[in-house]
Structure formats: structure tokens, C-alpha cells
């Protein structure tokens, strides 16, 4: 017999399980690739093609890592827990290869970009899920929630989420800085310029679409010196993306909090199956999922993968490096959402936010040379640094040259 969840025992799970608290240096990451046909790019690939492209990778990758594919046909990576950043990069590498290999097999391509901009959002997993998903960003969402499900990629980096105390390595001060170099991270990141065929602009266009969405599920969480309770209560007052029924195999897309839903406007009581379906439905910019989900970072070309992940790594399991994030983040206005927002519009053509970003990214790299990083890894991060922050630009601005200066200067 399934029990229905009360209020109190919703609340006390959701803050409990978001943050697990211990130590620090696991690292994560989730990578997702557009995929194109190498002959005609603007064919979106069938479901049936893809998987047959996937069906040659080995049970278990070399990495450990494990190969899903999104709604719109995307194909995610997702790495397997790494003791520390050298290993997760190495795993993700080998894994990266076999899937590679196999998807050139098929005559196919993976892009590292924010948003494909130049075919139509076409959904193509077939699934109750993704289908109640896509209901509920028509009724809610606005043009950009197709947009987000079928053409859009991103970088997640995945970090423990901290000791339960409330130093450098605690969860407080890591869900604080997370918060605070997430403008940051994404405004250095954004590479997501255009929609349709043309220029937004947006440096992220991509995390334009999100926040366009239900704002209750992709804004970020006030800020709060009681992280748990705070998420907490953003998710029991975010909207129910469905209502799962399991005899009949319908979902339902009701318009209603799950914290409505505990107190009796649902159509059958919730049960912690719905919560934990939930919490997995709510995508602000960093979710705490019992560690922390940075998602604010746009898929970047290439190998460029790599970057993201051990700047982020750097600033935050270093614990020189963190305080001095901390200090560089601290010398900026908190303006919350609209901060967001200019990141994502503006990239690193705020001169405040280049200027944060580039101590930053200094800061990561001295880490990276502290620790002993392999060269390879030193050496992506300071060719970006030079090539990126320290001018001012972001990937999206390498798509911009030539730009109308309007489309690229905040004001």
C-alpha cells in the first residue's frame, strides 16, 4: 500500500535530501550534444536512426559513463562520479572517443553548442513523460519550453554538495557561491547567439528560453542563510508538471503547486514517488540534487567541455581558490533575476562581470597549477582565459563579429 505524503513529511524530505552533506572533491559531469546528419544537417534524425547508431557502444563504456538521449534527439554523457577532477576528465575522455566513433559510423555528427538555431523544436522520444512535459510548457512555458526540450545542450558539472559545517568546505558557503558565480559562469560560457537562423541578441539564447519558461521551476531560489529550508519551500511552491496514473497509463497536467497538491487539489493524494518526480522536474540554474547541479553552462564546441569543468572544480574544491571567488563575487551589486538576465543577454560584455570572471578564472588556474593538474588541462583553461575573459568575450561573441554594436553592448 503506497501512503499518502502530508505537508510536514514533504517539506522535511525535500530539505533533507537535497543537500547530502560530507566531503568534498567527487566531481560529475553531464554533457549534451546536438546531432546533426553529416550530409544534410538540417534533417533532424529520427529516433530509430539514433539508436541504431548507439546500439554499437559497449555495455559499459570504458569511463564508466552512461549514454542517454533527450527529447529532441539530443545525446547526453553523463560521467560516472570521478574521485577527483583528473579522473573525471580522463573517464569522460575515453568515453567520449567510443561515442564518437560510433556516431561518425553512422554518419552522423555531435555540435557543442547552447541551442540548435536553425531547425524547428521537434520532440522526438515518444514517451508519457516528455509528452505531459511538453503540455505543460505549451500551457505555461511560452515558445521557448519546445525550444529547451528538443534543441538545446548544455554542460553540467556536478560537485559534492559539502561538509555540514560553515567553512569554505561546508554547504552553505558552496550553495552561496554557487549562487553567486553562477552569473558568472554563465555570462563566460554562453554560447548560444542565434534562434531561426538568426541573431537574438542574446550571448545565451538558450538561457534566455529557460528563463522565459515557468519562472517557479528555472529561476534560481532567494537566497537564504537556511539553503534547506529555502529549497524547500521552492519546490512544494513550484507548479506539478503531472499527475502520473499508473492503472490507466494517463498523465495528467494539472494547474496547481505541489504544495496545493499535498493540501488536497490534486486528483488522488501525492505520494514521495511524486515528490521525488518533482524534484526532477525543477531546473533552476543550480539544483541541489543531494550534491550540486551547476546547469548554467552552455555545451561548448569541441573539446571545450573541459574548461567548464575544471575552472568550476578549481573554484570550488580549492579552498584558496573558493575564498577568492567568494571575495571577487562579493565586489559585485546583487541585483538577483535581473543579474541573471544581463548574463545571459550581455555575456562577458559587462565590464563588471569580465572583470569577475577573469579573477576567476586566474584564480582556477593557479589552482590548477597548485594542484598539479596535467598540462593538457592547464593549458585549456589559460588558452580560453587569454582567448575569452581576458578580452571581454564569451564563445557567443566569435558568432557576433560584425554584429550591430547594439546587438552586443549593454547598456
Same mark, same amino acid.
Given at each position: 500500500?503506497?501512503?499518502?505524503?502530508?505537508?510536514?513529511?514533504?517539506?522535511?524530505?525535500?530539505?533533507?535530501?537535497?543537500?547530502?552533506?560530507?566531503? &568534498?572533491? /567527487?566531481?560529475? &559531469?553531464?554533457?549534451?550534444?546536438?546531432?546533426? !546528419?553529416?550530409?544534410?544537417?538540417?534533417?533532424?534524425?529520427?529516433?530509430?536512426?539514433?539508436?541504431?547508431?548507439?546500439?554499437?557502444?559497449?555495455?559499459?563504456?570504458?569511463?564508466?559513463?552512461?549514454?542517454?538521449?533527450?527529447?529532441?534527439?539530443?545525446?547526453?554523457?553523463?560521467?560516472?562520479? +570521478?574521485?577527483?577532477?583528473?579522473?573525471?576528465?580522463?573517464?569522460?575522455?575515453?568515453?567520449?572517443?567510443?561515442? %564518437?566513433?560510433?556516431?561518425?559510423?553512422?554518419?552522423?555528427?555531435?555540435?557543442?553548442?547552447?541551442?540548435?538555431?536553425?531547425?524547428?523544436? *521537434?520532440?522526438?522520444?515518444? @514517451?508519457? %513523460?516528455?509528452?505531459?512535459?511538453?503540455?505543460?510548457?505549451? %500551457?505555461?512555458?511560452?515558445? +521557448?519550453?519546445?525550444?529547451?526540450?528538443?534543441?538545446?545542450?548544455?554542460?553540467? &558539472?556536478?560537485? !559534492?554538495?559539502? *561538509? !555540514?559545517?560553515?567553512?569554505?568546505?561546508?554547504?552553505?558557503? %558552496?550553495?552561496?557561491?554557487?549562487?553567486?558565480?553562477?552569473? &558568472?559562469?554563465?555570462?563566460?560560457?554562453?554560447?548560444?547567439?542565434?534562434?531561426?537562423?538568426?541573431?537574438?541578441?542574446?550571448?545565451? @539564447? /538558450?538561457?534566455?528560453?529557460?528563463?522565459?519558461?515557468?519562472?517557479?521551476?528555472?529561476?534560481?531560489?532567494?537566497?537564504?542563510?537556511?539553503?534547506?529550508?529555502?529549497?524547500?519551500?521552492?519546490?512544494?511552491?513550484?507548479?506539478?508538471?503531472?499527475?502520473?496514473?499508473?492503472?490507466?497509463?494517463?498523465?495528467?497536467?494539472?494547474?496547481?503547486?505541489?504544495?496545493?497538491?499535498?493540501?488536497?487539489?490534486?486528483?488522488?493524494p501525492a505520494t514521495l514517488d511524486d515528490l521525488e518526480f518533482h524534484l526532477g522536474t525543477l531546473f533552476p540554474p543550480v539544483r541541489p540534487r543531494g550534491y550540486l547541479e551547476l546547469r548554467m553552462i552552455d555545451a561548448q564546441a569541441g573539446d571545450g567541455w573541459i574548461v567548464p569543468l575544471a575552472v568550476v572544480t578549481a573554484l570550488f574544491d580549492d579552498p584558496v581558490a573558493a575564498q577568492t571567488a567568494a571575495a571577487l563575487a562579493s565586489r559585485r551589486p546583487v541585483r538577483r533575476h535581473a543579474e541573471w538576465l544581463r548574463a545571459a543577454r550581455y555575456g562577458l560584455?559587462?565590464?563588471?562581470?569580465?572583470?569577475?570572471?577573469?579573477?576567476?578564472?586566474?584564480?582556477?588556474?593557479?589552482?590548477?597549477?597548485?594542484?598539479?593538474?596535467?598540462?593538457?588541462?592547464?593549458?585549456?583553461?589559460?588558452?580560453?582565459?587569454?582567448?575569452?575573459?581576458?578580452?571581454?568575450?564569451?564563445?557567443?561573441?566569435?558568432?557576433?563579429?560584425?554584429?550591430?554594436?547594439?546587438?552586443?553592448?549593454? @547598456?
Amino acid at each position: 500500500m503506497v501512503l499518502p505524503l502530508s505537508l510536514s513529511e514533504a517539506r522535511t524530505y525535500a530539505a533533507a535530501s537535497c543537500f547530502r552533506t560530507g566531503p &568534498v572533491g /567527487r566531481v560529475g &559531469v553531464e554533457l549534451e550534444w546536438l546531432v546533426y !546528419d553529416a550530409a544534410d544537417p538540417l534533417r533532424r534524425v529520427p529516433l530509430d536512426e539514433l539508436r541504431s547508431a548507439l546500439d554499437v557502444l559497449p555495455a559499459v563504456l570504458p569511463g564508466g559513463g552512461l549514454v542517454t538521449v533527450e527529447p529532441g534527439g539530443q545525446v547526453e554523457l553523463s560521467s560516472a562520479p +570521478g574521485p577527483d577532477l583528473v579522473a573525471c576528465a580522463e573517464a569522460t575522455a575515453a568515453d567520449l572517443g567510443v561515442l %564518437r566513433s560510433a556516431i561518425r559510423t553512422a554518419e552522423l555528427r555531435l555540435a557543442g553548442s547552447g541551442l540548435d538555431s536553425d531547425r524547428p523544436p *521537434h520532440r522526438v522520444l515518444d @514517451t508519457p %513523460r516528455y509528452a505531459a512535459l511538453e503540455a505543460f510548457y505549451d %500551457r505555461f512555458g511560452g515558445p +521557448g519550453g519546445r525550444a529547451m526540450m528538443a534543441n538545446s545542450a548544455s554542460v553540467q &558539472v556536478c560537485l !559534492d554538495a559539502g *561538509h !555540514d559545517s560553515d567553512g569554505v568546505t561546508g554547504y552553505r558557503f %558552496r550553495w552561496a557561491l554557487a549562487d553567486a558565480l553562477g552569473p &558568472v559562469l554563465m555570462a563566460a560560457f554562453a554560447n548560444s547567439p542565434a534562434w531561426a537562423g538568426r541573431r537574438t541578441g542574446w550571448r545565451s @539564447t /538558450r538561457q534566455r528560453f529557460r528563463f522565459g519558461t515557468d519562472p517557479g521551476r528555472s529561476r534560481a531560489p532567494r537566497r537564504s542563510a537556511d539553503p534547506r529550508a529555502a529549497w524547500a519551500r521552492y519546490a512544494l511552491d513550484a507548479r506539478v508538471v503531472c499527475v502520473r496514473d499508473e492503472p490507466s497509463g494517463g498523465w495528467a497536467v494539472p494547474d496547481m503547486t505541489f504544495r496545493q497538491w499535498l493540501l488536497g487539489d490534486g486528483p488522488r493524494p501525492a505520494t514521495l514517488d511524486d515528490l521525488e518526480f518533482h524534484l526532477g522536474t525543477l531546473f533552476p540554474p543550480v539544483r541541489p540534487r543531494g550534491y550540486l547541479e551547476l546547469r548554467m553552462i552552455d555545451a561548448q564546441a569541441g573539446d571545450g567541455w573541459i574548461v567548464p569543468l575544471a575552472v568550476v572544480t578549481a573554484l570550488f574544491d580549492d579552498p584558496v581558490a573558493a575564498q577568492t571567488a567568494a571575495a571577487l563575487a562579493s565586489r559585485r551589486p546583487v541585483r538577483r533575476h535581473a543579474e541573471w538576465l544581463r548574463a545571459a543577454r550581455y555575456g562577458l560584455a559587462d565590464p563588471q562581470v569580465a572583470a569577475v570572471a577573469l579573477g576567476c578564472f586566474e584564480a582556477a588556474g593557479e589552482s590548477l597549477a597548485r594542484t598539479g593538474a596535467p598540462a593538457a588541462i592547464r593549458a585549456a583553461v589559460a588558452d580560453f582565459t587569454d582567448r575569452y575573459p581576458a578580452r571581454g568575450r564569451c564563445p557567443a561573441d566569435d558568432a557576433l563579429v560584425g554584429a550591430h554594436p547594439a546587438e552586443h553592448q549593454p @547598456t
